[in-house]
Nanobody
Framework: QVQLVQSGGGSVQAGGSLRLSCAAS????????MGWFRQAPGREREGVAG????????YYADSVKGRFTISRDNAKNTLYLQMNSLKPEDTAMYYC?????????????????????WGQGTQVTVSS
């Protein structure tokens, strides 16, 4: 059974930092696209960052470029999202996600329907 278990998150003041973790189990971690998404109340889920776990290719939404960093530790089967210079508009529920199969193609990394596995979500709240 594939599981993505998230940790981290919480509440922070604007300008602060948080790190999210996503531990994967139940499948060969492999070389595939993984991503972080977020969803604020009343808004659609949006892609925040993506990564190909077999290399160093990363992708970011314009709204988080230069502030967020996605990374992975394949030895620990864990995905991370380091969030710096947080803004109130970053407040949302954050989710990690993994594709169903190994593939180098992450061109549609921000499309949520392309992911088969999802973490349970973790709340990030940024106060002004």
């Amino acid at each position: 059974q594939v599981q993505l278990v998230q940790s981290g998150g919480g509440s922070v003041q604007a300008g602060g930092s948080l790190r999210l973790s996503c531990a994967a189990s139940g499948y060969a971690y492999g070389r595939r696209c993984m991503g972080w998404f977020r969803q604020a109340p009343g808004r659609e889920r949006e892609g925040v960052a993506g990564i190909y776990t077999g290399g160093d290719t990363t992708y970011y939404a314009d709204s988080v470029k230069g502030r967020f960093t996605i990374s992975r530790d394949n030895a620990k089967n864990t995905l991370y999202l380091q969030m710096n210079s947080l803004k109130p508009e970053d407040t949302a529920m954050y989710y990690c996600a993994a594709r169903a199969w190994d593939s180098r193609d992450c061109s549609l990394w921000a499309t949520s329907s392309g992911y088969a596995y999802w973490g349970q979500g973790t709340q990030v709240t940024v106060s002004s």
